[in-house]
């Protein structure tokens, strides 16, 4: 038998397991306690983010044979079991991606007339739900309107925008929010911990980012990682897979850049290429880098607010390099990166253009605003200055 994937052994079985969405589980065990269950739910947000976890677990709620109600789902009854374990038929689970026509939606409103063969509702989570016909989508409409009493859908989907108003006016709706990467780490430590395995801090902080804020993302790459074998993951092994950057050289980067060091700079960017980095790789992750430089500099109070995936540690880190930049300068550096980011796609020598773009950069930052780097209000370039532009500027 093969081996269960780590990200399904470790899926969520209570509400308190789903990490970042305290705002969806909440609610959700607000309306389980006071028996005001919708009859038709709406998950938006990001991929990987809970929405199919979070109804799975709602199913198991709902129909829970555990009289309190407040420890459902509990995992013990032979309900819950029968989910955990996939034996359950009346949670039905469909993929629209797959099953997106108005026949395979028509075979739904026939079946959901017939009463649940084993637990108290039939939920049926229809996932990617955005990829349903617009004929689909009328047949699946006249079901919200006039639900039979035990059954409850619900709808997951990354791209609600392409959901008709009609069907949206059916559901309740909740937004799921990217996981902040500090909360990830958390996770992935102790998924670690309980596994009997390790990790260096940097190479979990690293494996959080690439996820972008998705938690089943970052526990697939962490899988994938423990298949070398090793019993701590290394910094070095997730960027072999990954090909991502370490923060440290990228942090290094900026400090020759509020250094005015374009020799240094230039040379870090050589010595990355010989190592086989990805250099457009390297241009987004400065540019990501950049822009957390930017809003500790612009951003007064609530900078800690926006950058909550930083530790105090590099926020203090970041905040040292913003107070040497001018934010024009700042915002010029960004633009002209971002730019070569989407140049290198197609060009003839992508180092080339990065490096372009880098000496563009550390000119724009040698000459700031008349106010300066430690101005109070730093001011964004007037007509003027704008006509003096380096050539590398966009």
């Known amino acids: 038998m093969a081996a269960q994937a780590l990200y ?5 079985q209570t509400f308190d397991e789903v990490v970042g969405q305290e705002h969806v589980t909440q609610t959700l065990r607000n309306a389980l306690r006071d028996g005001r269950v919708s009859h038709a739910y709406l998950f938006t947000g990001p991929r990987g983010t809970g929405k199919t976890s979070t109804a799975r677990l709602l199913a198991k709620a709902v129909n829970c044979e555990n009289p309190d109600l407040g420890q459902r789902p509990c995992n013990a009854c032979a309900i819950c079991q029968a989910i955990t374990g996939g034996a359950l038929l009346d949670l039905i689970e469909i993929d629209a991606a797959s099953n997106r026509g108005i026949d395979e939606i028509r075979d ?30 009328n047949a699946l409409l006249k079901t919200l309107e006039e639900p039979p009493p035990h059954v409850i859908f619900v709808l997951a989907t990354t791209e609600p925008h392409k959901i008709p108003d009609t069907v949206l006016s059916r559901c309740q709706r909740f937004d799921f929010r990217r996981i902040p990467t500090y909360r990830i780490v958390e996770r992935l430590s102790y998924i670690l911990e309980q596994e009997g395995r390790s990790a260096e801090p940097a190479a979990l902080e690293m494996i959080a980012r690439s996820a972008e804020g998705g938690m089943r993302d970052a526990i697939s790459l962490t899988d994938q990682l423990l298949s070398y074998g090793s019993d701590v993951i290394t910094e070095q092994q997730v960027q072999a897979v990954r090909g991502t950057i370490s923060g440290q050289a990228i942090s290094q980067l900026v400090d020759h850049l509020a250094a005015d060091d374009a020799a240094s700079g230039l040379g870090l960017i050589n010595q990355m290429s010989e190592e086989g980095i990805d250099l457009r790789q390297l241009a987004l992750q400065l540019v990501a880098y950049l822009r957390t430089v930017l809003v500790s500099r612009v951003g007064g109070q609530q900078a800690r607010a926006i950058l909550v995936d930083l530790s105090e540690a590099q926020l203090a880190a970041v905040q040292a390099q913003a ?8 915002t010029a550096a960004v633009r002209m990166l971002n730019q070569a980011s989407q140049e290198m796609r197609d060009a003839a020598q992508p180092q080339l253009v990065l490096e372009l773009a880098w000496l563009g950069a550390v000119a724009r930052v040698a000459a700031p605003t008349s106010q300066g780097a ?3 209000a730093p001011a964004l370039p007037s007509s003027g200055e704008s006509a003096k532009t380096t050539p590398w500027q966009s």
């Open 374 to 376: 430690g101005a109070s």
């Open 323 to 330: 107070s040497q930049i001018d934010a024009a300068a700042l």
């Open 108 to 137: 739904l409103r026939d079946k959901v007339h017939f009463s649940p063969s084993q637990a108290r509702f039939k939920v049926y989570v229809i996932d990617e739900v955005h990829m349903l016909t617009p004929e689909a989508f």
């Open 8 to 12: 399904r052994r470790w899926r969520s």
